[in-house]
């Protein structure tokens, strides 16, 4: 089920990065990412948990990766 408050949007380029998709499961303190063989996956049950961090988006080159507030449209 999507999150309610938050929606995270990954570029379909990167979402194929097995080291990137690892690197990011690592990383989310609330393991919304998921390192699969195909590549990254999003736990959408674990959306609404994202305490917006940030350190996926730097851990990601340029725009990759989106952390969308749905409750206020940024
Ligand atoms: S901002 Fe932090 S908690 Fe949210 S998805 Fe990125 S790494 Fe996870």
């Known amino acids: ?6 929606d995270v949007r ?3 380029e990167i979402a194929k990065d097995k080291a990137l998709a690892k690197k990011l499961e690592e990383i989310c303190p609330v393991s919304i990412f998921v ?3 195909q590549g990254l996956r ?3 049950s674990n ?3 994202c305490v917006l961090c940030d350190l996926c988006l730097e851990a990601t080159p340029g ?3 989106e952390i969308i507030r749905l ?3 940024q």
């Open 63 to 65: 725009g990759k990766i």
């Open 10 to 12: 990954v570029d379909d």
């Open 35 to 37: 390192a699969e063989t």
């Open 47 to 49: 959306l609404d948990e």
């Open 71 to 73: 409750y206020d449209n």
């Open 1 to 6: 089920m999507p999150g309610e408050f938050i």
């Open 42 to 44: 999003i736990d959408e």
